[in-house]
């Protein structure tokens, strides 16, 4: 299911050195006492600029699991990979990478869970005549490009001398030279997106290293637009 989700073998189902080099590489980025807490800030005051208060000053319903996931993409976006969604003049034209990130994961995870957890025989045997496979396979194909763009992008900027954090997950993956190919890098990339999309490991990063408690400059606007009440 996850090599599916992932677009091919992923060091969460791989095994032997494939796994190993990447375990190993990516092991202190989690496991650093580095302070994720500036750039998870700025991505909620971001978040309340832009979606947030319009909707409130609109007098809008606020879908809050949707906006829940606009936040969890663009902390994997500017945390993970250092990365602005639809940045660097990336090759999607106008579509909405972060959009076409969190899609695709829906689409992908409905349908391989189908699949894995099998209610119609002839689907099982046949999925891949199911007009839903062939969207999800669309899914992920278009996430696989997103991320191609993130890598490319980081490139971009390291070949520019422009700044850029030595400690991301992507430099960490870029810099990693035990990859037999981009490819592999690609696949890692999307299950990552996928992990964040699926677990509370972002959210623990914001806790455990950061240090995160509620922000003063945070529950003073949300007071302000009305919607934190005691």
Request: aromatic fraction near 10%; proline fraction near 4%.
């Amino acid at each position: 299911m996850f090599d599916d989700v992932a677009g091919g073998v992923n060091f969460f189902t791989a095994e032997g050195l494939r796994w190993r080099h990447v375990r190993k590489s990516l092991a202190p980025v989690f496991a650093s006492e580095r302070s994720f807490y500036p750039a998870l800030l700025d991505c909620i005051h971001q978040w309340m600029d832009t979606s947030l208060t319009p909707l409130i000053l609109a007098g809008k319903p606020v879908e809050i699991s949707e906006e829940m996931l606009k936040i969890t993409i663009d902390v994997i976006g500017r945390v993970g990979f250092d990365y602005e969604w639809n940045s660097n003049n990336n090759n999607n034209g106008d579509d909405d990478e972060a959009k076409i990130v969190l899609e695709g994961l829906q689409i992908a995870y409905l349908d391989y869970f189908r699949e894995a957890v099998p209610t119609n025989t002839f689907r099982y045997l046949a999925g891949s005549l199911y007009p839903a496979r062939r969207r999800a396979r669309r899914a992920v194909n278009a996430m696989k490009d997103v991320c191609r763009n993130i890598l490319r992008s980081h490139r971009e900027r390291k070949a520019a001398s422009l700044p850029y954090d030595p400690k991301s997950i992507i430099c960490t993956l870029d810099e990693n030279t035990n990859y037999e190919s981009d490819e592999e890098r690609i696949c890692d990339m999307v299950l990552i997106c996928a992990g964040g999309f699926v677990t509370s490991a972002w959210q623990g990063i914001s806790k455990n290293k950061a240090g995160c408690v509620p922000n003063s400059s945070v529950v003073r606007r949300t007071k302000k637009l009305g919607t934190v009440q005691h």
